[in-house]
């Protein structure tokens, strides 16, 4: 049955049918109806909602729920990441998984609060201190926003990593006709690493990120990035769409990508070999797909809502083998497919 | 022989780093001890803050979990939340529960969580090598007070006790210190009631523990205790400065 929501609480539902029973938030626009729901639906079936008194704040109850070994996440837009930012360090750096939304807003500062993808740098590049990455899925409607919050919860789990949801304000405050999933009641996976008491069975567990000899430190990221390294060849997802016989290939994610598909379209109706590459997987980026359209595309065109982000991850994942051109708009204004139309027909 | 004393079961074997004289080993003693005596251990999470104390998570023999500078207590919140039948405890110090962490004690304090809070007040940063902490004495030298704190540029002491008690969430508050066996008798019995509230569904529970640094007070540790006594107990009076079981019940008001 599909029931008509708003992306921002089908968030929210989601993660409750994916078996999330614990949330720590802080109101801020455009996501706070995410935290609303929550607020109504947990007291409801024996979960925690809870209004920290800061982001800061917010994300370590996440870090301490999840060593304690629950599914555990907090929902926030852009500048409320940036405060985010040191505890997803410390969770990465404690091999803890946990559900990071960001509803994007224009920034830098207070920016604005219309949607925007500004910050992709950071999801992909540098959510905090130190040498570390983080899952990071780009929905693109409400359907997939629900579809993927499972998905990125088990995939926390299994790789032990932060994950986060990048959406934007567009997709929060949107509503659109969803299918929920039934909530499958499956046990969740056994954590036999956290810290919720040795009950005298084993030796004491403990959750840290400190190291203080430099070989010791070392060994554990490298081990870690050898992690990442599977995790790039497993997790990696894009959508193709008549990017086969493309000749110029655009490349796009959540809301942006919807104006991208409008436009292509529009384009292919005039008898122009264009397609769409759509990023689902913003890291590990979905250089696969990429490689295999620059086999034939003549051009790449990066359609972003920001000043150019995602760009530099087209061009090195092809090796700048093919001219890759950028069209951004940006401080909360989304591209028409007009303009991107206009640029396909520039590239002709 | 029969054994008349022993190191308490809650503490690893792994010899602490803490300097000569400092008072740390007291506290982490009386914290085991009591663990041990309400038989917690098994199903205790501690939480390890910045500081000196950063690695008595090698200490403790409870699982334990390190948390962001002065984040404790939102970690401990979250641990608790997940896992309500958990003992939870935070063991901080002042840089770190009241500066860094001011938003997050006054926050904890004020939701009552259902945590056990210990706070080592020693007047200093310990770790970084002597700065002014947020509780140094107005005209104590530190390495960033070198004339002295000036309270018309660097303000005065948080009085964390002081502070907690006006607040409705919190159950219990007590300030005592280690510098006799007297007064160590005295901390042993707020730390164990602090724990025992938090078994007792009471709430907020902190003990500060007035302590010595005597390696960035640039004192012998004998002349440490002095100086405490001296100088720290008249600006830090020792007490219960809230204590729901006295008379004042959680919310405000007389029982």
Redesign the interface.
């Known amino acids: 049955m599909k029931v008509l929501m708003k992306g921002n609480e089908a968030l929210a539902e989601a993660a409750i049918r994916s078996g999330c029973r614990?949330f720590?938030g802080y109101p801020i626009t455009p996501q706070t109806e995410l935290a609303a729901y929550m607020s109504k639906r947990m007291p409801k079936i024996g979960g925690?909602y809870?209004q920290?008194?800061?982001e800061?704040?917010?994300v370590?109850?996440?870090?301490?729920?999840?060593?304690?070994?629950?599914r555990?996440m907090t929902s926030s837009s852009s500048p409320g990441i940036s405060l985010k930012s040191?505890?997803i360090s410390?969770m990465a750096g404690?091999d803890l998984p946990a559900l990071i939304i960001n509803v994007q807003r224009g920034g830098p500062g207070l920016g604005g609060i219309q949607p925007s993808q500004a910050d992709y740098w950071q999801a992909t590049k540098a959510t905090g201190h130190g040498d570390f990455q983080i899952l990071v899925f780009a929905p693109s409607t409400v359907q997939e926003m629900v579809d993927l919050v499972s998905g990125a919860f088990d995939a926390a789990d299994r790789w032990r990593m932060p994950a986060m949801i990048l959406a934007d304000g567009m997709l929060g405050q949107m509503m659109e006709p969803v299918t929920l999933p039934e909530e499958d009641g499956k046990p969740l996976p056994e954590k036999d690493w956290c810290?919720?008491?040795?009950?005298?069975?084993r030796e004491?567990?403990?959750?840290?990120?400190?190291y203080l000899t430099p070989d010791k430190l070392e060994d554990l990221v490298v081990e870690r990035y050898k992690r990442y390294e599977q995790v790039k060849a497993q997790e990696q997802r894009a959508e193709e769409y008549l990017v086969e016989d493309a000749d110029t290939v655009i490349v796009a994610y959540g809301a942006s990508s919807r104006v991208v598909r409008s436009a292509v379209n529009k384009a292919r109706e005039q008898g122009r070999k264009v397609g769409l590459i759509r990023p689902i997987t913003l890291w590990p980026f979905p250089v696969d797909a990429l490689q295999k359209a620059a086999a034939h595309a003549r051009n790449f065109l990066v359609v972003e809502m920001s000043m150019g982000q995602m760009v530099d991850d087209v061009k090195l994942s092809i090796d700048c083998k093919v001219p890759v051109h950028f069209f951004g708009r940006t401080g909360g204004i989304i591209p028409t497919p007009a303009e991107v139309l206009g640029e396909i027909e520039k590239l002709a | 022989m029969p054994i008349v004393f022993q190191k308490p079961r809650a503490l690893t074997d792994a010899p602490l780093h803490y300097c000569p004289g400092c008072t740390h080993g007291i506290v982490h003693r009386l914290v085991a001890q009591a663990m041990d005596e309400l038989g917690i251990e098994g199903r205790t999470v501690g939480v390890a803050s910045v500081g000196c104390s950063v690695m008595c998570y090698d200490y403790f023999a409870c699982d334990m979990v390190q948390a962001p500078h002065g984040r404790a207590q939102a970690v401990a919140t979250g641990l608790k939340r997940a896992r309500p039948d958990n003992v939870v405890f935070t063991y901080q110090g002042d840089g770190d529960l009241a500066a860094i962490g001011t938003a997050e004690t006054v926050h904890a304090a004020t939701r009552g969580e259902n945590i056990t809070v210990i706070f080592i007040n020693n007047a200093i940063y310990g770790m970084t090598g002597g700065q002014m902490a947020p509780t140094s004495l107005p005209g104590q030298i530190t390495q960033t007070t070198p004339y002295g704190r000036d309270t018309d540029t660097a303000g005065y002491p948080v009085k964390v006790c002081e502070l907690l008690s006006t607040l409705d969430g919190v159950a219990f508050a007590q300030r005592v210190t280690v510098d006799s066996v007297k007064n160590v008798n005295t901390a042993r019995k707020a730390i164990k009631k602090a724990f025992q509230n938090q078994l007792d569904g009471k709430g907020y529970s902190i003990v500060e523990v007035l302590s010595t640094c005597p390696t960035n007070w640039g004192l012998s540790p004998v002349e440490s205790l002095q100086w405490l006594r001296e100088n720290m107990l008249p600006y830090y009076p020792l007490g219960v400065y809230k204590d729901v079981d006295q008379g004042v019940k959680k919310g405000g008001g007389a029982l």
């Open positions: 614990h720590f925690t809870l920290a008194e800061s800061i704040a917010a370590n109850m996440v870090l301490g729920a999840s060593a304690a070994g629950v555990a040191e505890g410390y404690s810290a919720n008491g040795h009950q005298d069975r004491h567990h403990v959750i840290n990120s400190l």
